[in-house]
Structures are given as structure tokens and as C-alpha cells.
């Protein structure tokens, strides 16, 4: 028996998130069916990150376990031959057998793009939040560096979650603009259930000028969902890799 | 009566390229169904560039005239709301009413956009055409810069085209990488029945080594569209822009 690390890369147009809901199309199942086939064993995955319903992701993480004896390299080509076209594993590579992609320290890191003209381009639209009102990238920048640290974020998750520890730590989020686009990449040791979209959305409140970047300290202080801004759209919401403190592979 | 401009953006990939055919759905036809509403007339544009099926733009042009009392710059807006999301019209101004936008000089830029590395990336297979070998860009603006000037490209023009006159004019082809996208950006005062696809499939088989670049030469003189390479895949394609001599604009 060996354990296999995938990373993944999906679109998350066509599917209601990461995780297996009976009777719905999800990127779980379809990695348990396609390795199911492939390697003739009944796999179920483990994921890192179970993103949302309509989010995507360049490099989301899974391990699964196996006795079969395809190299475990060779393993992401077969499967991609056997997955629809909206989800390409990028690696296969073994790992120790104790290594569980959401037990162990990492560091994930989230980009939220936002397009920002007046009117909108079609082809952006399935991987960007449309916001045609200008946004002051300046003061979005100013409010996200009040994020930066250990901080209880229970105010930036949805009240759905069932985290009993709300505190997490920000390394840093950097807001750019390129052209039209506007990206929020923010990594961080770990994110509750919607974080980063409320964190999307309040600082969108804060670059129309809805709120000033300084209320982010009393978001923050308040604990309660309803004084940060709303969750924006998942769309414009891309994992783009997770970084292990090891790599555990054999 | 007054004559309208519109330039339109789309996702080409859920439609049947632009023109009309019974049926199907086509950009074409959710414009006239579009504007039809929301004029309340019988609205039929004319389109610059009957993009074939699964092409997108970000620029293309179409005109129609109305008797509307609506400002010529407000119908973008109202219309907008109309299209399906898939579909923008990016501005409308009145023009003078003997402008027609296929018989009236223009400059066309397309660009084709090769994904070149090893595995696909889900969020870029609608608006580029995957290739996972690995391609010398040098050795493709080598093959392109034969193309540039007046040529009858008769070689890379499908066998279906009703044109008599196969003598067109690009004025520059540039081939940029960045990261893992290949770039083909072309300009010209027009292009026949799939020529961009042809002359993107003909340099792909440059970039790969199975041409030299001085084949073009070759392909050129033969007129004969066995001689060019494959038609590349639609979804690479994106009409960027249609530049006229003058802007017409009343």
C-alpha cells in the first residue's frame, strides 16, 4: 500500500465545490471515479482545500491510497485521459503514509480577481468579479495590511462554519492592478469557510469608499459576521498552490 | 432614420459563430433579437466579421439603422441588459448612413493563443488551444515574417470559401511568449474563410519542427490549401479589434 499526493487544477464553473454531496456533480467525485477506474480499487480522496461551489484552482491538493503498481509519476497522465476537461491533475508523486494534506502545517495561497471597467469583456467573465464603479486599489492595500497577523477572523467567516477556532494568521496580501484586472493574493496558514470572499468583499467596500480602511480594526474586534462587508461572488475566488513545510515524498 | 455602430464583444464558445442559421444560436441573431426588443422595430445588423463557430472578440463591429429616439451612446447600456451575459456591446455611436462595415477599408487584428506545456490548465481551455510539446517561437516568427506584405493566400484559405479575389495584405504578425502562453497577434486589411486558423496551424507545425520556416514561401506559390498546415482549433481565436481610415461618426 502506498499513499499518492496529487495537486490539482480545476475549473469550477460546472461543479458544486470540492466535496463529495450525494446526487451532485463535485471535483471529489469525479477524482474518486476517474482513480477508481484507473487503478480497478474503490479510492476515496483526502482533500486540502474543499473550496466552494464555482471556485476554482491551479494547485489544490489530495492524497489518496493505493496497491496498485503504476509508478506513481506515471499516475497523473492515465488519470487526466480518464477526468473531463475541467479538471487536469498537475503531479502525482508518493508520500509518506501519515502525510494528510489538511493535518499538516501549510501555507495556502488565494487570488481573487476583480475586473474593474465600465462595461463587460464575456471572456473574463467566468474567472473574475465584474465591478464597474471605480475602486481605490490604495486604500484596498491599506485595509488588507490590518489582516496581516494572527488574528481572530471570526468576523470574516460564514456563520455556517463549524470551526471552533477562529484564529488564524495572514502572511500577506498584495493588490495589484494589471490593465483592467484587479488581483488580491493573500496567503495565510490556513482560511475558515468563506474567509476569503468576505475578505474579497470588504475590501471591494473599501476601494468604493463605502468604508474607511481603518474599519478593519473594528471588524476585526467585533467578532460578528455582520459588520465586515458581503461574501463577493465565488467566481472571481482561485486556490492557487499550498506549500508544505516538507514535501513527505518517499 | 439614423445608422448605429456598435462594437461587440462575446464568448464565442456556446454559439454558432456570428451569422445567422436557421435554428441555431448565433451572435448574430440574440443581437437582431436584442435590439429588436429594445427598439421595438425590426432590427437586422450587419456585421463586420462572420467569426466561425467557437471564435471569440473583443472587437468586432456590426451596424443597423433605427428611427429610435434613444441616444445613440445609451443603447450599449439597454441593450446590455437584454444580451446574455456571453455577449456585450462594448460602445454604440450613430454613424453616417452610407457606412458599411465590410465594404469600407479596414485594418483586422486576430490574436491566437497556444497553452504550451505539459499538462492543460482547466481555466485556460476555453481561450487557447492546448499543445503539450514544445514549440520554437523564434523559428514561427521566422515562418510569419514570409506572410507580412501582399500575397494571394489562396494555400490558407478553406477549399469552401466563395471568394474570388484570394490577394490580401498583413501588415504584421507578431509572435510573443509569456509564462506558458504563446501569443500570435496579426494584423491585416482582411482574412478569408479560416486564414488566421490556417496560417496559426501552419506556423504550430514550424514551431514544432516538422516545416522550416522557408516552406511558407513554397505554400505561398502553390495555392493550394493541402500544402499549409491543419486549421488550428477555433477556441485559440479572438477577434481583438477592426480599425476604419475614418471613424464616420455623424
Redo the contacts between chains.
Keep these: 500500500m502506498k499513499r499518492i499526493k496529487l495537486v490539482v487544477?480545476?475549473?469550477g464553473t460546472n461543479y458544486c465545490g470540492w466535496q463529495l454531496q450525494p446526487g451532485m456533480p463535485t471535483i471529489e467525485l469525479m477524482l474518486n471515479n476517474a482513480l477508481s477506474e484507473l487503478l480497478k480499487e474503490d479510492i476515496n480522496v483526502i482533500g486540502a482545500s474543499r473550496t466552494d461551489s464555482g471556485v476554482?484552482a491551479?494547485g489544490n491538493v489530495a492524497v489518496f491510497d493505493t496497491n496498485s503498481a503504476i509508478p506513481a509519476e506515471k499516475i497523473?497522465?492515465a488519470v487526466?485521459q480518464r477526468l473531463p476537461?475541467?479538471?487536469?491533475?498537475?503531479?502525482s508523486v508518493e508520500v509518506e503514509p501519515f502525510f494528510h494534506p489538511r493535518r499538516v502545517k501549510s501555507k495556502k495561497t488565494y487570488e481573487y480577481r476583480i475586473y474593474n471597467r465600465k462595461?463587460?469583456?464575456?471572456?473574463q467573465?467566468?474567472?473574475s468579479n465584474f465591478i464597474y464603479y471605480d475602486l481605490d486599489i490604495a486604500k484596498m492595500q491599506e485595509a488588507a495590511n490590518y489582516l496581516v497577523g494572527e488574528h481572530d477572523f471570526k468576523s470574516f467567516c460564514s456563520v455556517k462554519t463549524q470551526a471552533l477556532d477562529t484564529v488564524r494568521t495572514i502572511y500577506r496580501i498584495d493588490i495589484n492592478r494589471i490593465e483592467d484586472m484587479i488581483y488580491i493574493k493573500i496567503t495565510g496558514n490556513g482560511f475558515l469557510y468563506n474567509m476569503v470572499r468576505i475578505i474579497a468583499g470588504t475590501l471591494i467596500e473599501v476601494g468604493r469608499g463605502a468604508y474607511p480602511p481603518e474599519k478593519i480594526i473594528e471588524i476585526l474586534k467585533g467578532s460578528d459576521r455582520n459588520l465586515a462587508g458581503p461574501t463577493a461572488l465565488a467566481r472571481g475566488l482561485?486556490l492557487i498552490s499550498i506549500e508544505y513545510e516538507n514535501d513527505y515524498s518517499f
Tied chains: 1, 2.
Design positions: 487544477a480545476y475549473d476554482h491551479l497523473c497522465f487526466n476537461e475541467d479538471i487536469r491533475v498537475q503531479s462595461i463587460e469583456i464575456p471572456t467573465r467566468l474567472y482561485t
